[in-house]
């Protein structure tokens, strides 16, 4: 499916990669009110991957709604809707009116590294903000959840357990690695935001170990992101314990039908090594 | 690598009244069409066409309409500025006799293809719109170049009373064209696209908003059809132009909120 953030600002470039192969779209995170997001640059490339810093620019649930449903109505798979707030309680208010056009699961964005000056440290860093705000949400609607969690904590399977005790349905990881690149001449971190997240391959390995650690920790369903690039990639996440994977930056390296190419990729494996079922490798890394 | 390379400003020429030609010793290797993502350090970094280029620089033409325009206008010989790209399609060439229609500073990407087309031994008729006389834009290059020229001016004080599109229209009806380019405003683009529709084919370059410029961020994505004017555009056949039903009715800010045109 396609990650947060990566294209999936509308509801017509949602349509647009779930026609190219997508299994399920998850929109660009929306928040209470509008933002218009940092300036450019919001990303930058390097070996292993980019940078970004978008800075979570969204029109506001209300004014988002119309596009979701556009989506919801037009895209040839499920779309999955992604919230922020910056407070807990503003976090339950966007879910609670995102769930209106009735998405068929809502992703909680509970650890965007790129805007702690205005919001602060993310809410995915402690076992108890992450329990309240989904405990909050499950006790009003009953859409299933997602936790989405970062990957820069040094107890991140004992949060994805609260999560799970708190009711979560699923939990997605990881979100972007903290990070900074410098323009030597200019002496100035070159994303305008200065620090930024990493996503791409270089955060493969790291997602990896994330996945692998969580998926033995809690028992429900674990969605792999984090530099999924090729079938391979997948399947690794998968044998760490993912049941599903999510492609953002690869879109930049294989083009917008990098879904596509990744399931087939994934296929042609699984039948020349002869399995029968993709939930034959699901968890075999363990 | 999609990271920002610091050029050196060779020299700035006033083109008309808010419109300048900046020039970077740099060898950009742009087709006709595509563009180039400028930055200035600590304030922004935003979308300008190709307007020139050999194979010693290339230069862009900047209309200073907001902030960051306004700021990239003043910039001098000597100053630093980040390039990314070039990005996008570009304009494909295809038959003998063509016709550009150029509005404001839209118009300098095409006499960039222009120039590329005569190389290739094209006749090329060039319409130039503005809503006055001094508004008129890159006239003298056009004409030296050696292709026909047909102005237009809204209030009649040069060439032709009207617009481009009529002026187009006039020449459709006059003569076989193998394939129109167009490049300018909003409406005049949905004008050129509808006139050409089913009679000639035709390519024009659309804008919106873009942080990116390479695929990824999806906010220059357009309705109904989703595909991003920054990889599947700017330069898109006129049918794929018509099928894009915000153009000429709204386009979205920064935060990708709606805002009626
Ligand atoms: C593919 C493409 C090619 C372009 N080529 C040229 C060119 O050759 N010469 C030229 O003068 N201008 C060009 N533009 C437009 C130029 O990028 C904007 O006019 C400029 O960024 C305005 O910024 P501002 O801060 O001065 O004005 P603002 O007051 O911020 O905006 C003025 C207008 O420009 C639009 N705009 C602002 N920021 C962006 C952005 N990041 N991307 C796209 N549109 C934006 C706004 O929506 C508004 O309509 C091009 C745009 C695109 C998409
Ligand atoms: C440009 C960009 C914007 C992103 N915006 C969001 C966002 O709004 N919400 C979110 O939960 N994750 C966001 N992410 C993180 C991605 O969803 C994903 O977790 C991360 O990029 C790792 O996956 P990848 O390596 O396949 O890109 C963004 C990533 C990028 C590159
Ligand atoms: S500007 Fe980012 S996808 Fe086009």
């Not at chain 1, 399920?24 to 940092?38: L, N």
């Not at chain 1, 649930?61 to 798979?77: D, I, P, R, T, Y």
Request: with cysteine; glycine share 10%; charged share 20%.
């Amino acid at each position: 499916m396609l990650a947060s953030g990566v294209m999936g600002v509308s509801g017509a470039s949602l349509k647009y990669v779930s026609e190219n192969g997508a299994g399920a779209v998850v929109s660009k995170s929306i928040g209470p009110e509008e933002r218009k997001g940092h300036p450019n640059p919001v990303l930058a490339e390097f070996k292993g991957g980019f940078l970004n810093a978008v800075g979570l620019p969204n029109a506001g649930v209300e004014n988002s709604l119309g596009e979701l449903e556009f989506a919801q109505k037009n895209a040839s798979c499920p779309v999955i809707v992604s919230v922020f707030g910056g407070s807990k309680d503003e976090f339950v208010d966007v879910a609670v009116k995102a769930n209106s056009i009735g998405p068929p699961m809502i992703e909680l964005d509970l650890s965007c590294p790129n805007t702690e000056v205005d919001f602060g440290k993310p809410f995915a860093t402690s076992c108890d903000d992450a329990a309240y705000i989904i405990r909050e949400i499950k006790q009003r609607i009953s859409t299933p959840i997602m936790a989405k969690l970062a990957p820069n904590v040094p107890n991140l399977a004992e949060i994805a357990k609260a999560c799970e005790d708190a009711g979560a349905d699923a939990i997605s990881a990881v979100n972007t690695m903290p990070g900074m690149l410098i323009d030597i001449e200019t002496k100035k971190p070159v994303l305008y935001n200065k620090s930024g997240g990493v996503s791409g391959p270089a955060l493969h390995p790291i997602a990896v170990k994330c996945v692998y650690d969580i998926s033995r920790t809690v028992k429900i369903p674990v969605v792999g992101i984090g530099g999924v690039t090729t079938g391979k990639d997948a399947l690794q996440m998968m044998m760490a314990g993912a049941t599903a994977v999510q492609i953002g930056t690869a879109i930049y390296y294989r083009g917008i039908d990098v879904f596509r190419q990744v399931c087939e990729e994934m296929e042609t494996y699984l039948k020349e090594n002869n399995y029968s079922s993709i939930n034959e490798i699901i968890g075999a890394a363990h | 690598m999609e990271y920002p390379k610091m050029v050196t400003v060779d020299r700035v020429e006033d083109e008309a009244a808010g419109i300048k030609n900046i020039f970077f010793k740099h060898d950009l290797q742009a087709k006709p069409g595509q563009f180039v993502m400028a930055w200035l350090p600590d304030m922004d970094e935003k979308p300008f066409a190709v307007g020139f280029q050999t194979a010693e620089e290339f230069g862009l033409t900047v209309s200073a309409v907001g902030p960051f325009s306004n700021t990239f206008s003043q910039v001098k010989p000597g100053d630093r500025v980040g390039i990314r790209g070039p990005y996008g399609t570009g304009y494909k060439l295809e038959g003998k006799k063509l016709v550009m229609v150029g509005g404001g500073y839209g118009t300098a990407s095409l006499a960039l293809l222009a120039d590329h087309a005569l190389q290739q031994g094209c006749e090329i008729t060039f319409i130039v719109g503005a809503r006055s006389k001094d508004l008129l834009v890159y006239t003298e290059r056009i004409k030296q170049m050696g292709c026909t020229l047909i102005t237009t001016t809204n209030d009649g004080s040069e060439g032709m009373q009207g617009f481009t599109t009529d002026a187009l229209e006039k020449l459709l009806s006059e003569q076989t064209v193998d394939k129109v380019f167009s490049c300018g405003p909003e409406k005049m683009l949905l004008k050129v696209a509808e006139v050409c529709n089913g009679k000639v084919s035709c390519e024009v370059s659309l804008e919106r908003y873009m942080k990116c410029g390479f695929g990824i961020c999806g906010h220059c994505c357009v309705d109904p059809i989703g595909i991003r004017l920054c990889v599947e555009g700017p330069v898109v056949p006129g049918e794929t132009a018509l099928k894009i039903t915000e153009l000429g009715n709204y386009h979205r800010v920064q935060s990708s909120r709606k805002e009626t045109l």
